[in-house]
């Protein structure tokens, strides 16, 4: 068994917050996708909220490994963080012994602004230094928050070419779903926009319907929630 962070990230907000913590704590850093071995002594996990709950990659991850000390991170865009946290301790039934809802910048809105109050994340680390068993509440979630979820994203947000693609196979490449080919998305595309940040040439661009502008004009929410 082994320390680490882990982050599933696909706009770096995620990463961002996994980065400080792995080297607060001198844990090694890795990315969900690479990760091979999936044993630990004291876990950190860290990962964006999708419709206020676990998106398939954590649920996938969640469900395989085995730890001793679990500490979950879930990010969200300053909305309602939902019930995520909650329910990945009921589901998976690991011993998590700190958690966190932490406000960050939104996928959707570019000048949105990241989480940088890292100061605040400390009882974090001291109880990860220190891990006994908590109880996460549970909190407040939309019932319809999860009903055809992808699909309301793909109406939602359209991705687009400015230029003619150069085909370099960028965003190929960046997708972890196979879900983007030479700047043309397909269906399983969930818009979470880990291609148009690995367009090296901006090409690869997004713009919101109006339906999501009037969402995303309700955001009320920038609080960190913690749990020790």
């Known amino acids: 068994m082994k320390n680490a962070v882990v982050f599933y990230s696909n706009t770096n907000q995620s990463k961002h917050i996994a980065s400080y913590l792995a080297s607060r704590l001198v844990y090694?850093?890795?990315?969900?996708?690479?990760?091979?071995?999936?044993?630990?002594?004291?876990?950190?996990?860290?990962?964006?909220?999708?419709?206020q709950g676990l998106p398939d990659e954590a649920y996938r991850f969640l469900s395989?490994?085995?730890?001793?000390?679990?500490?979950?991170i879930a990010t969200y865009g300053k909305m309602c963080c939902g019930n995520a946290l909650n329910e990945a301790q009921k589901r998976f039934n690991h011993n998590v012994v700190?958690?966190?809802?932490?406000?960050t910048k939104h996928t959707y809105i570019q000048d949105d602004a990241p989480f940088e109050s890292f100061d605040e994340l400390e009882p974090i680390v001291r109880k990860i230094e220190s891990p006994a068993a908590i109880k996460i509440p549970k909190s407040y979630k939309n019932p319809?928050?999860?009903?055809?979820?992808?699909?309301?994203?793909?109406?939602?947000?359209?991705?687009?070419s400015t230029d003619r693609c150069t085909e370099c196979g960028s965003c190929t490449a960046a997708c972890p779903y196979g879900a983007i080919s030479c700047g043309k998305p397909n269906?399983?595309?969930?818009?979470?926009?880990?291609?148009?940040?690995?367009?090296?040439?901006g090409t690869l661009q997004f713009s919101l319907t109006a339906p999501m502008k009037?969402?995303?004009k309700k955001?009320?929410?920038?609080?960190?929630?913690?749990?020790?």
């Open 28 to 51: 090694p850093l890795y990315d969900v996708f690479e990760l091979k071995d999936c044993a630990f002594e004291n876990l950190v996990f860290v990962f964006p909220v999708h419709c």
């Open 64 to 72: 395989k490994i085995n730890v001793k000390n679990l500490t979950l």
């Open 98 to 103: 700190a958690a966190a809802y932490v406000p």
């Open 144 to 160: 319809f928050a999860r009903f055809a979820k992808n699909t309301r994203s793909r109406l939602g947000v359209r991705l687009y």
């Open 187 to 201: 269906g399983g595309c969930i818009r979470c926009l880990k291609c148009v940040n690995a367009c090296p040439s």
């Open 214 to 216: 009037l969402y995303l």
């Open 219 to 228: 955001r009320k929410q920038n609080k960190l929630k913690i749990y020790v």
